[in-house]
């Protein structure tokens, strides 16, 4: 089965940076994109990054570029989100998702076609 462990939420001040982890089994490494999602209380849930393992390709929310960064260790199975410069409006669950390689098409990638969840950790910024 594969599983998704999504941890490294917390409560930041505005301005200061915290790093999601999200740890990846049962898939087979190269055959899959992974994406992080965030939602925030009374919003719909939006995509935030997205990292394609087929040709390490990445993709940013306007809202988060030049502050997130998307990455990947493939010996830990393990994608990261680095988030720098956190303010209010970030504050909200995060989820991390993989997809069928051959299903992933960026940022126009259907929430639904995303076929594996993890179970979100609460990124809380303070202001």
């Known amino acids: 089965d594969v599983q998704l462990q999504a941890c490294g939420g917390g409560l930041v001040q505005a301005g200061g940076s915290l790093r999601l982890s999200c740890v990846v089994s049962g898939y087979s490494f190269d055959d899959y994109a992974i994406a992080w999602f965030r939602q925030a209380p009374g919003k719909e849930r939006e995509e935030v990054s997205l990292f394609s393992r087929r040709d390490h390709s990445t993709y940013y929310g306007d809202s988060v570029k030049g502050r997130f960064t998307i990455s990947s260790d493939d010996d830990k199975h393990t994608v990261y989100l680095q988030m720098n410069n956190l303010q209010s409006e970030d504050t909200a669950i995060y989820y991390c998702?993989?997809?069928?390689?051959?299903?992933?098409?960026?940022?126009?990638?259907?929430?639904?076609?995303?076929?594996?969840w993890g179970q979100g950790t609460l990124v809380t910024v303070s202001s």
């Open positions: 998702a993989t997809i069928d390689a051959n299903l992933f098409s960026g940022m126009e990638t259907p929430q639904y076609e995303y076929d594996y």
